[in-house]
């Protein structure tokens, strides 16, 4: 091969290694699920599985909600669409909450795919249209998930038992 | 040089312990970028290296060079750079007492190395030591302290620091796949860095390259 070619070549093929280098060490992919899907959503050529989210939303709405994420988990294995994340932060939130108190672990969990759904989204603005949910905004189930992790004065008011999941 | 090598394996070669010497298995992958300090030490072993004559930047980018030629000379070096800084990030213990130590005893090493002026093959052997000393320091006895579970290694580095308090010593244990993951990367850095155009090592296409009027006899 002319060596002006192979140079040329050497040249593509090592910038190109260096970009996506760069984008494994930004990205943190755990999986060659989330590494394919996070590249042809960098394109835009990303799909999730229509059946298993409609699954999951049909699990969500009956409260099942480890089926739920189970689902959502399905129809988005690269964890690259944010209203299958926000649905899924969603789940942690409803799980973990309760009259007396919340679950932290679930409700952190919930508050990291809501980041994530959020860094996802257009601009970082994700609202999602769904009249079952009270939440319809990844902004508002973040501000909740977060008060429920806070530990402040007003966890001791017994007027929480009237409080209501939304 | 032979362009295959310069444009395609050595970058290659540079890119992947770049991007491998960053990589640590513990619960999850997590890709853990260069600190500040090893892209000091990165910067330190690249004149370390240009002072011995194991990289000669001046057959990777050149006037008399085609601009495509310099522009993959340019990609070694850089690449260099990088791999360098992330191997150091791989050696160097991740906290407490021993990444302190650990850093201090790079840098100083690297400045002897620099005031000592050696050849290229002195340079080479050298860095074998210090890279294969620290990667054992790191993956096999800190991490033989840091298992929770303990094994007989465990038992004996605790019999030969009796009276020592481990808790500066442990570290956040691995999988035991890191270790061979960095094992692999440094061998595969310590062979790009052979591979590297050297000040002591011209080749014949090296001289036809930089000098056409004489290999075409005008």
Known sequence: MHERTVRALGLVGALAYAAFIGWLYIRQPQSVAEVTGGLTASIGAYRIDPQAFDDGLRFFRRDQFPEARGALERADPAEQDARTQFYIAYSYYRQGWGRLYQDDALFARGLERVTKAIALAPNGRLVVDDAELQMRSADELKAELEAGLRTDVSDLNPLRVFGHRK | ?218
């Open chain 2, 1 to 218: 040089m032979n362009a295959t090598r310069e444009a395609g394996y050595l970058p290659a070669l540079l890119l992947t312990v770049a991007w491998l010497g960053g990589v640590r298995i513990a619960g999850r992958i997590a890709l853990v970028p260069p600190p500040l300090f090893a892209l000091v030490l990165g910067l330190l072993l690249l004149g370390v290296l240009v002072k011995s004559g194991a990289l000669a930047p001046d057959r990777l980018m050149h006037p008399s060079r085609p601009a495509l030629a310099n522009v993959n000379g340019l990609v070694v070096i850089v690449a260099t750079f990088f791999a360098s800084a992330q191997v150091f990030n791989l050696i160097t213990p991740e906290a407490g007492l021993p990444r302190l130590v650990c850093n201090l005893f790079l840098l100083v090493l690297l400045f002897n190395t620099q005031a000592a002026s050696p050849d290229r093959v002195r340079v080479l052997r050298s860095l074998m030591v210090i890279v294969g000393f620290a990667f054992v320091m790191k993956f096999i006895v800190l991490a033989a302290l840091s298992d929770p579970a303990g094994g007989t290694l465990k038992r004996v580095l605790l019999v030969m620091l009796e009276g020592l308090t481990l808790g500066t010593l442990t570290q956040a244990p691995f999988h035991p796949a890191t270790g061979y993951v960095a094992f692999f990367t440094i061998v595969m850095f310590l062979i790009a860095l052979a591979l590297l155009p050297s000040r002591d090592r011209f080749s014949a296409g090296d001289i036809r390259s930089t000098t056409p009027a004489i290999t075409n006899g005008r």
